[in-house]
C-alpha cells in the first residue's frame, strides 16, 4: 500500500509545473457494456526520444445492462466452489484514477503503447434490481437464490494485480496514429474492472465485494499541448 500512495504522490506532482501534455477522449464497447473516457497525461520522454513513461489522470463513465458480477477477493476465486454470482439488470459506474502510460514511437506517425489505471475512486449510484446466486460452497450451506440485493460501486480503487485488485480499474494497448504534429486517433483493446460492493455480507464467508471483467474494444482521439 505505501508503494501505490508513493506512485500516486509522484503522478500528482507531475502536473505541478509546465510541461507538453496530451488530452485524450474515446470510447469502449465490451459485452453489453460501454464506457467513455477522458483524459490527461505529461508527456516524459526516457532512454530515448522514442520511449515514453506518461504519468496521468482519468475519468471513466462505464455503463451496461445484464452484467454478471462474480466474487472478487483472491482468496475465494482460486477455488470455483467459492465463488457466487450477483447479476445487474442495468450498472452505471463512474470512476476517476491516476494511471500511467508506457509507450514507444515506431515511427514519427506511428506509435503503440499501454496504459493502466493505479489508484482512484469510484462513484455511482446503488443498484437495487440485482440478483444472488450461490455457488457450490454457498449452496452447501444451505444458502438459497436472493431475489433481490442492493449494491454500490466500491469507493476506493488500487491496483494490486489481477484478482487482489480493489475497485474500478481500466487498462488498454492501443496504437496511435498523428494526423497532425499534434493531432492523433487512437485505436485497440482494454480489460475494465468494475467492482461492487453489497449492502449485506450474503457471499461464501461473508463476502461483499463482486467484480465483472469486461474486454473492451477502444477508438479515441488526441491532443497534444504545449510546447514542440
Known amino acids: 500500500?505505501?508503494?501505490?500512495?508513493?506512485?500516486?504522490?509522484?503522478?500528482?506532482?507531475?502536473?505541478?509545473?509546465?510541461?507538453?501534455?496530451?488530452?485524450?477522449?474515446?470510447?469502449?464497447?465490451?459485452?453489453?457494456?460501454?464506457?467513455?473516457?477522458?483524459?490527461a497525461e505529461r508527456e516524459f520522454n526516457v532512454i530515448s526520444k522514442k520511449f515514453y513513461i506518461n504519468p496521468g489522470i482519468r475519468l471513466n463513465v462505464f455503463s451496461g445492462n445484464d452484467l454478471e458480477y462474480i466474487t472478487a477477493p483472491a482468496k475465494y476465486t482460486v477455488n470455483d466452489d467459492q465463488v457466487d454470482t450477483l447479476t445487474f439488470n442495468s450498472v452505471q459506474n463512474n470512476f476517476a484514477n491516476l494511471y500511467v502510460?508506457?509507450?514507444?514511437?515506431?515511427?514519427?506517425?506511428?506509435?503503440?503503447?499501454?496504459?493502466?489505471?493505479?489508484?482512484?475512486?469510484?462513484f455511482g449510484s446503488e443498484q437495487n434490481n440485482t440478483q444472488y446466486f450461490p455457488g457450490k460452497a454457498s449452496r452447501d450451506l444451505g444458502v438459497?437464490?436472493?431475489?433481490?440485493?442492493?449494491?454500490?460501486?466500491?469507493?476506493?480503487?488500487?491496483?494490486?494485480?489481477?484478482?487482489?485488485?480493489?475497485?474500478?480499474?481500466?487498462?488498454t494497448?492501443?496504437?496511435?496514429?498523428?494526423?497532425?504534429?499534434?493531432?492523433?486517433i487512437d485505436a485497440g483493446a482494454g480489460l475494465v474492472f468494475t467492482e461492487y460492493t453489497t449492502n449485506a455480507a450474503i457471499g461464501y464467508d461473508s463476502n461483499d465485494r463482486f467484480r465483472n471483467k469486461n474486454m473492451m474494444g477502444y477508438i479515441g482521439v488526441s491532443y497534444l499541448f504545449g510546447e514542440k
Open 144 to 171: 438459497p437464490n436472493v431475489s433481490s440485493v442492493n449494491a454500490s460501486p466500491i469507493a476506493v480503487n488500487v491496483l494490486l494485480i489481477g484478482d487482489n485488485n480493489i475497485g474500478s480499474l481500466n487498462s
Open 101 to 122: 502510460r508506457l509507450g514507444y514511437d515506431i515511427t514519427e506517425k506511428l506509435s503503440v503503447s499501454f496504459d493502466i489505471d493505479v489508484v482512484g475512486v469510484s
Open 173 to 184: 494497448l492501443s496504437l496511435s496514429y498523428n494526423l497532425t504534429n499534434r493531432f492523433g
Open 1 to 39: 500500500m505505501k508503494q501505490v500512495v508513493m506512485i500516486a504522490l509522484i503522478i500528482g506532482s507531475a502536473f505541478g509545473s509546465y510541461a507538453q501534455y496530451r488530452v485524450n477522449a474515446g470510447a469502449s464497447v465490451g459485452s453489453g457494456a460501454t464506457m467513455f473516457s477522458l483524459g
